[in-house]
């Protein structure tokens, strides 16, 4: 297939499962899909809301985090994502309002960037406080990168030592780890450590190629949930169409010469055997539509190496 009748088939497709109307609203509402989260046993929505993005911003005029939270919950999106490094704890904050009334209702995922034992039960207590509950469904080690020294996590002043002290004491559930600068760095990981998640970065993009293939392969194997992220290329959704090209702040960010309707991307990521994508978004219209693009087929293999060729 040729590039032009591909982006016009994505496009064709993606808007066949929006079913938008005339108006601009979507029709024929349904649950959102679930999936297996890895070996856990909790089944979780195949779309998590990113803690990035709209739900880093503090509340404004124009814009209520909050309500943004609701929506999702109300769209069946029930895995939040957020870490206390996203805008100085706002973002968790924000989603705090929110727990405070619909805690049961939420898996409810946050990290810790500290890498010593006392230095992150100290930012678990921050985090709780922020979110107002007393526990969290999974803590990750959050940007694991070729500079960490894994064996230095699980000594008794290491970050393992206190997650597993805090999975004991049951203020955390599932234990997971988080990276995008270093494929290999997470494979160390999770094959060091019994680890419960894997959130990794899966796009078309060819440099992401070993965090779709060799780490992936790796974790499936392991039976761990993996959560994908930066779907969209980046923060700024930069492979999507629609939004304009930026300057690009690598290992953040996977722009492209090409871009493709953003329910292509979710649908790409929904096809690989991962449990759930975390995206973010700015704004309800963009909650709805991701929402609304679950309710088409996930990519096929054709359909996701077309669409790697396209991207490159």
């Known amino acids: 297939m040729k590039r032009r009748e591909f982006v016009k088939a994505m496009g064709a ?10 108006h601009g609203a979507v029709s024929g509402a349904k649950q959102m899909p679930r ?24 509340p404004s005029p124009d814009h209520d985090p909050g309500a943004l939270a609701e929506q999702a919950l109300d769209l069946g999106i029930t895995y939040f994502d957020t870490a206390p490094s996203y805008n100085n704890g706002q973002s968790e904050t924000n989603y705090g309002s929110v727990l ?20 992150t039960l100290r930012s ?30 699980g000594k008794p002043s290491g970050v393992v030592a206190a997650l597993r002290k805090l999975r004991d004491e049951k203020v955390v559930r599932f234990l997971g780890v988080t990276g995008h600068e270093s494929a290999e760095a997470l494979r160390r990981a999770i094959e060091m450590y019994e680890f419960d998640t894997l959130l990794t ?13 060799d780490l992936l392969e790796a974790a499936n194997r392991k039976q761990m949930g993996v959560i994908a992220m930066k779907v969209m290329g980046g923060g700024n959704g930069c492979l999507a169409s629609g939004n304009p090209p930026r300057k690009v702040l690598r290992p953040y960010h996977d722009q492209t010469d090409h871009q493709v309707a953003p329910s292509a991307l979710i649908r790409y990521a929904l096809g690989l055997p991962a449990s759930t994508a975390v995206i973010g978004v700015a704004n309800p219209a963009q909650l709805v539509a991701n929402a609304a693009a679950t309710r088409s087929s996930p990519l096929d293999p054709g359909a996701r190496r077309e669409l790697e060729r396209l991207i490159g």
């Open 13 to 22: 497709a993606s808007l066949a499962g929006l079913g938008f109307h005339a």
């Open 35 to 58: 999936r297996p989260l890895g070996a856990t046993g909790v089944d979780v929505s195949v779309l998590a809301l990113g803690g990035v993005i709209g739900m880093q911003l503090p």
């Open 100 to 119: 405070a009334r619909r805690r049961g209702e939420v898996f409810l995922a946050t990290k810790t960037g500290d890498r010593s034992h006392d230095g």
């Open 124 to 153: 678990v207590e921050q985090s709780l406080k922020r979110l107002q509950t007393d526990h969290v469904d999974l803590l990750q080690i959050h940007g694991v990168s070729e500079r960490d020294d894994p064996i230095a996590w």
């Open 201 to 213: 970065t899966l796009n078309p993009v060819s440099r992401r190629r070993p965090y779709r293939e």
